[in-house]
Nanobody
Framework: QVPLLESGGGLVQPGGSLNLSCAAV????????RGWYRQAPGTQRELVAA?????????NYAESVKGRFTLSRDEARHAVYLQMENLKPEDTSVYFC?????????????????WGQGTQVTVSS
Protein backbone atom coordinates (compact mmCIF):
# COMPACT_ATOMS: atom_id res chain seq x y z
CA GLN A 1 0.00 0.00 0.00
CA VAL A 2 0.94 3.62 -0.45
CA PRO A 3 1.19 5.73 2.73
CA LEU A 4 -0.88 8.91 2.84
CA LEU A 5 0.06 12.00 4.83
CA GLU A 6 -2.93 13.92 6.13
CA SER A 7 -2.93 17.29 7.82
CA GLY A 8 -5.39 19.96 8.79
CA GLY A 9 -8.55 19.75 10.81
CA GLY A 10 -9.20 21.16 14.25
CA LEU A 11 -11.79 23.19 16.11
CA VAL A 12 -13.64 26.05 14.44
CA GLN A 13 -16.74 28.09 15.16
CA PRO A 14 -19.82 27.80 12.93
CA GLY A 15 -19.30 29.79 9.77
CA GLY A 16 -15.56 29.32 9.93
CA SER A 17 -13.16 27.65 7.51
CA LEU A 18 -10.65 24.83 7.59
CA ASN A 19 -8.36 23.22 5.05
CA LEU A 20 -7.40 19.57 4.84
CA SER A 21 -4.53 18.18 2.83
CA CYS A 22 -3.50 14.68 1.83
CA ALA A 23 -0.45 13.55 -0.10
CA ALA A 24 0.51 10.15 -1.43
CA VAL A 25 4.07 9.20 -0.50
CA UNK A 26 6.06 8.01 -3.48
CA UNK A 27 7.19 9.01 -6.95
CA UNK A 28 5.11 7.77 -9.83
CA UNK A 29 1.39 7.35 -9.70
CA UNK A 30 -1.66 6.96 -11.87
CA UNK A 31 -4.68 8.01 -9.86
CA UNK A 32 -8.19 6.68 -10.25
CA UNK A 33 -10.05 8.25 -7.35
CA ARG A 34 -8.86 10.84 -4.83
CA GLY A 35 -11.15 12.16 -2.19
CA TRP A 36 -12.36 12.70 1.33
CA TYR A 37 -14.82 10.77 3.44
CA ARG A 38 -16.11 11.44 6.92
CA GLN A 39 -17.50 9.38 9.73
CA ALA A 40 -19.21 10.62 12.86
CA PRO A 41 -19.72 8.34 15.89
CA GLY A 42 -22.47 5.82 15.31
CA THR A 43 -22.73 6.57 11.59
CA GLN A 44 -21.41 5.03 8.39
CA ARG A 45 -18.50 6.54 6.55
CA GLU A 46 -19.79 8.81 3.81
CA LEU A 47 -18.29 10.44 0.76
CA VAL A 48 -17.66 14.16 1.11
CA ALA A 49 -15.91 14.95 -2.16
CA ALA A 50 -13.84 13.10 -4.75
CA UNK A 51 -11.93 13.63 -7.96
CA UNK A 52 -12.57 10.86 -10.43
CA UNK A 53 -9.78 9.90 -12.81
CA UNK A 54 -6.32 11.22 -13.51
CA UNK A 55 -5.56 14.71 -14.73
CA UNK A 56 -8.50 17.10 -14.75
CA UNK A 57 -11.03 14.54 -13.60
CA UNK A 58 -14.61 15.07 -12.57
CA UNK A 59 -15.50 16.14 -9.07
CA ASN A 60 -18.29 14.67 -7.00
CA TYR A 61 -19.59 16.42 -3.90
CA ALA A 62 -22.08 15.31 -1.29
CA GLU A 63 -25.24 17.40 -1.51
CA SER A 64 -24.72 18.63 2.04
CA VAL A 65 -21.39 20.28 1.18
CA LYS A 66 -22.00 21.62 -2.31
CA GLY A 67 -21.22 25.32 -2.51
CA ARG A 68 -19.24 25.22 0.74
CA PHE A 69 -16.43 22.69 0.15
CA THR A 70 -13.93 22.76 -2.70
CA LEU A 71 -11.67 19.91 -3.72
CA SER A 72 -8.41 20.66 -5.52
CA ARG A 73 -5.26 18.79 -6.40
CA ASP A 74 -1.54 19.32 -6.91
CA GLU A 75 -0.21 16.73 -9.31
CA ALA A 76 3.44 17.57 -8.64
CA ARG A 77 2.96 16.90 -4.92
CA HIS A 78 0.59 13.96 -5.45
CA ALA A 79 -1.73 15.85 -3.14
CA VAL A 80 -5.42 16.53 -2.81
CA TYR A 81 -6.89 19.34 -0.74
CA LEU A 82 -10.30 20.03 0.76
CA GLN A 83 -11.15 23.65 1.43
CA MET A 84 -14.12 23.85 3.78
CA GLU A 85 -16.02 27.09 4.23
CA ASN A 86 -19.13 28.15 6.10
CA LEU A 87 -18.73 25.13 8.36
CA LYS A 88 -21.75 23.89 10.29
CA PRO A 89 -21.99 21.83 13.49
CA GLU A 90 -23.25 18.90 11.42
CA ASP A 91 -19.89 18.88 9.60
CA THR A 92 -18.29 17.69 12.83
CA SER A 93 -16.69 14.34 12.09
CA VAL A 94 -13.46 12.47 11.51
CA TYR A 95 -12.35 13.10 7.94
CA PHE A 96 -10.43 10.43 6.03
CA CYS A 97 -8.47 10.81 2.83
CA UNK A 98 -8.75 7.97 0.31
CA UNK A 99 -6.64 7.55 -2.79
CA UNK A 100 -6.94 4.74 -5.31
CA UNK A 101 -4.70 4.13 -8.28
CA UNK A 102 -1.48 2.49 -9.35
CA UNK A 103 2.11 3.14 -8.35
CA UNK A 104 5.28 2.34 -10.26
CA UNK A 105 7.27 -0.43 -8.53
CA UNK A 106 10.30 -0.12 -10.77
CA UNK A 107 9.22 -3.12 -12.76
CA UNK A 108 5.59 -2.39 -13.39
CA UNK A 109 2.42 -0.78 -12.09
CA UNK A 110 0.76 -2.07 -8.95
CA UNK A 111 -2.72 -1.15 -7.75
CA UNK A 112 -3.36 0.44 -4.37
CA UNK A 113 -6.29 1.69 -2.30
CA UNK A 114 -5.02 3.66 0.67
CA TRP A 115 -6.67 5.50 3.56
CA GLY A 116 -5.28 8.24 5.72
CA GLN A 117 -5.28 7.99 9.50
CA GLY A 118 -8.18 10.42 9.85
CA THR A 119 -8.32 13.94 11.19
CA GLN A 120 -10.91 15.41 13.55
CA VAL A 121 -12.98 18.38 12.45
CA THR A 122 -15.12 19.95 15.17
CA VAL A 123 -17.50 22.80 14.49
CA SER A 124 -18.76 24.31 17.71
CA SER A 125 -19.29 27.64 19.39
Amino acid sequence: QVPLLESGGGLVQPGGSLNLSCAAVGRSFMFNNRGWYRQAPGTQRELVAAIIGNGAGNRNYAESVKGRFTLSRDEARHAVYLQMENLKPEDTSVYFCNIKGKFWTGRGWSAFDSWGQGTQVTVSS
